[in-house]
Every structure is written in C-alpha cells, then in structure tokens.
C-alpha cells in the first residue's frame, strides 16, 4: 500500500519541518537504533479495526481516560496511520508514502536556544500532597503511589521543536525520544522506560523504579549502595510483583530476570526486565499493565484516586504510554516521563517520583529536580 523510495536528506528534521503545520510523530529506538517519523494522519483505526496494510501505527493514550485542562485538548487515546513515515537506520533514509511523491526543502539546521524562567513554585503544593499522600501509606491504605509536579517554564517565544528534539537525542544516549506535535501544541520528552514490547509470541515487561541522582565523586560506592539500599528495593520490587502477576494472570512461562542498574544522563534506576509467551496482541497487554506502580500505586485503584484528587495539575499524556506498533504487530510502548509540553512559548514540564514508606519529602522533591533536568537541559 505504501511506496517507498531511499532519501539522503543533509538534515533529517528538513521531513519534520516540511510538514509546518500537520500533525506529526518521533520516535527514536535506541535499542533498534532507529528513528521513525511520521506525518499527516491518514486514518484514525476503531476499537479492535486491524491494523493490516500500515507500515506503522502510532498510539496514543492518556493517563487517565478523561481529559479537562486545555492543555491536553486533542491529545487522545487513539491509534493513528500517517501518509509518509521517515525511518532513518544505519546512515539509511527510507521515505513511505501513500498517494503524492514529496520533496523535500533540506535546509541545514541552525540550532536555537532557549532563555527560560520557571514561573511557579510548587514546594508548598508538594508537601501538602506528599502528607496526604504518606499518611496513606503510615495508615497502610496503599503501600506505594508515584506522585507528580507539573512546572510552567516561559520561553519568551516559541522555541522551534526540532531544535528541542535533537537536543533530546544528542544528551540522552540509551533513552527513547518521542514527540508529538499537534496544532500549536508539541508533547515530548526522553524516557528511560519501556512499558512493554512484543516480538512475536514474547511479552517483555520493564521494571523501572527507584532511583539515584548522579554525583561524579562518589559514584561507584554511592552505586553499589544504591543497589542494596532498602527503601529504593521496596519501591522497585512493588514493581516487579505487580507487572510479575499480570504477566502469570494472562501469560505463559513468565520469567524475571536479575535486577540490574539503568544509567540515564543525570540519574540512576533499578530495573527489572520481564518475559512471558502470549498471542495476544500488543494493545491488549498495554491496558493491562497501564499504569504500573512505577508511575501509579498500588493497590491500584486507591493509588489512583489519590493521584485524581490530589494532584494539582492534569497529567494528560504525562506517564502514558507511546507507542510504535509496526505491519506484524510487534511493537514498543514507553511511559511518557521525563517530558514537556510545549504551547506556543511555554513549557509545561513533568516529573514524579515514587513514595514509599520511609520516604522524604524533601528528597523526593530533590529527585523530582533532576528528573526535570532531563527536559530543561534541552532549551
Ligand atoms: C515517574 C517518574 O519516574 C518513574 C520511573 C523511574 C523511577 C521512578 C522513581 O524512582 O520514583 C518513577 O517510578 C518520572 O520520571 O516522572
């Protein structure tokens, strides 16, 4: 259905800056080491429509299924086509298209940057959250819930998103990049976190939860402490149970691998990979994982009524799975953290942390520091 042909663009967002004012997706693969663009939305697919005869489906969802703050007005659950997908792979540009043959102005990027200032302080909104939040877990309602901060960055104009994309891709080797630009409005962000990927008849799960914020001095030993340290190990093994459980409830031969550690730019994570065998497709097994307690609670449901009551800010696609989903089904979906939204010149930046029991307030505002960093540092 698609044709193809090979590009040799000097400037590979000369594809995403083409398409000035469509909606458009990015998506970069650092494990495939590959990216895909997509632009001009060829077909929005129905609950359970086969995805048959499209080269790549990009979904979508929110974190929670109702949307009210403007911010994330058309920013859907939805499954989407484009006409023309960009994927670039070992130093190979190769255009799909459907209907008309595009060229394409390669201009050479100048790269911009970005003055910003941080209009809101949030530490008192924070702490009334956190102690609502930790007599939850003290009178033992929840044991873990992943509190979020929403901060509002002015730009003074609006910054050109591909600028901010490159800048993702250059700083965060090993994380996915996604973008996601619609009308005047563009969602991304670097994400260490993949919440699901199929290959075949394999379901691979990724635990990612607890963390250390880097520091040069004392890394190996501050490392190998971290590795052991008790109140990151609860927070993470809430993890690996819950997905663990999913993974028996609905699969076959669930295995859990070692725990090991996930370097990202400014900070470390315990990460737990797990696998189980199913036919079931890719979809089907993102609703069932969403939200993990890495980025809800548990027990669920309270965890997520905490978050819905409490939280000042609408989360939107914050912490929601993206995802790439190519002709055979196969497929990554990541969490949307570490991320901002921009809306002409401001950007609404993201970040949250897991509590647990023996959780600091202040420390976990600090984490919550250096997880914004990963956006920030992109101006
Ligand atoms: C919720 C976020 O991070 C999650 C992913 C890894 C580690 C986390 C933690 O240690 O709290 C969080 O669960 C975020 O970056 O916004």
Redesign the pocket.
Known sequence: MYKEKSLNLNNIFSFWNDFQDEEKFLFYNPNEKEIIMGAKRLKTFKHNESFDGYKYIFSTKTFFDNVKDSIWNDFKSENIAFSYYLKIKDNKQTLYYQGIDRKFCDNTMDEEYYNYTLTNTDYDDWKELFNISYDKILTKKINKV?L?REVIVDLSKRPREECIIKRLIDNNSGNFIFAYSKGNKCFLGATP?ILLEKKKNKIISHA????LLKDKKNDSKNREEFLKDEKNSH?HDLVVSTIKKTLEKYGNNTYVSKRKLLEAKNLY?LHTELLTDSTDDIITWRDRLHPTP??GGTPRDIALEIIRKHETHERGMY?SPIGLIDESGNGVFVVG??SGMIEDDKLYG?????IVKNSDCEKEYI?TEG?LKTILECL
């Open positions: 992943v979020s976190e990612v939860a607890g963390t927070e994570h890495a980025l912490a953290i570490r993201y970040a949250g942390c897991g984490e997880k």
